[in-house]
């Protein structure tokens, strides 16, 4: 029998910032992902969820520190938060484009 759950991609900043055409450095992701409300860097400085980032990714302990992985639908935030220089190789086109961005 097949789960009606729907499998969901995550991705690390690196991975989203390869969505962008041109792609985006993860230092850039980073950026727009703070802008946008979805992560800050704690005193150790590792990125950590915020409340409204947390329905949008996971953290994976590694090492020292850890990491954010981040779903799709983080790149639809990440859009409102920063112009789009880079226009997204996925079906967001369209939003990246109708975007109103402060």
């Known amino acids: 029998m097949k789960s009606s ?3 969901v991609a995550y ?3 690196t991975g ?3 969505l ?3 792609p985006l450095t993860a230092q850039e992701v980073n950026a727009r992902l703070e802008a946008a409300g979805l992560h800050v860097k704690d005193e150790a ?3 950590r969820a915020t409340k409204l980032g947390s329905q949008f990714c996971v953290f994976i302990s590694i090492g020292p520190g850890g990491m954010n992985k981040w779903k799709g639908s ?3 935030e990440l859009l409102k938060a920063k112009p789009a220089a880079a226009k997204p190789k996925t079906k967001l ?3 990246a484009k109708k975007a109103k961005v402060p």
Do not use: C, Q
């Open 5 to 7: 759950a729907e499998t």
């Open 11 to 13: 991705d690390t900043a």
């Open 45 to 47: 400085g590792v990125w």
């Open 20 to 22: 962008f055409d041109p």
């Open 74 to 76: 983080a790149v639809v």
């Open 16 to 18: 989203i910032g390869k």
């Open 93 to 95: 086109g369209a939003f």
